[in-house]
């Protein structure tokens, strides 16, 4: 019987660097990258040429889900829209506003899941995303729950947005934003119960990276990770 391929599973609440540290992570071991929030954000940017998330159902929403592909990247896995990569849009203003619609509608998750598993079939993976180690992978080797106090959350996102440190009065609205999108998404970011907690606030990037290869390389005997 062909041993499964490794999984690690991140997960945690919105700019807490769970997709940035799982590529690094994932290069580090040489393995690919899952990132599920891609998809969720995929369908929305799609919802949205429909309408208003207010007039969001389910159906509406799955309707434009044959309209996108996830397809393996060197280190990673890509979701073309129309069979094309826009990355921008995926990382646009409204579809970050319309992201936790789509996630509240069990439907959508049931969807995004299915599409995660598949791409976990043949490779080893790093994923990250929602319920990726409760619902996802409630099996997976290793699971991460990375936290942060949410002004440094908030702080880390405007950097990456901005190209510079934000003034006090963008990163507390930023920080409110990130304390309405975590209430928003409370039911799909839960901590599994055997998962490690990592609080991030005072690490650096490559700080979490490292404390996450040592699990993985421990978890794996010591040998490190290979794709499947």
Known sequence: MTARPLV??????AASGKSSTAQWVAERLGIRHVDSGALYRALTALALE???PESWTAERVLGVASRITLVPGERTFVPLLDGARDDDRLRGAAVTAGVSRV??????????????????????????????????????????????????????????RLGRRPTEAETAEETERLVKRDAADATQTVQARDAVLLDTTYL?????????????????GGGGARDG
């Open 8 to 13: 690690i599973a991140i997960d945690g609440p």
């Open 50 to 52: 429909g309408g208003p």
């Open 103 to 160: 996630a509240s509608l069990p439907a959508c998750r049931d969807w995004v899941n299915a599409q995660v598993r598949a791409a976990a079939t043949q490779h080893a993976v790093v994923v990250d995303g929602r319920d990726i180690g409760t619902v996802v992978f409630p099996d997976a080797a290793l699971k991460i729950f990375l936290v942060a106090d949410p002004w440094e959350r908030a702080t880390r996102r405007l950097v990456q």
């Open 204 to 220: 650096t990037q490559a700080e979490q990276v490292e404390r996450i290869v040592a699990l993985a390389r421990a978890v794996e």
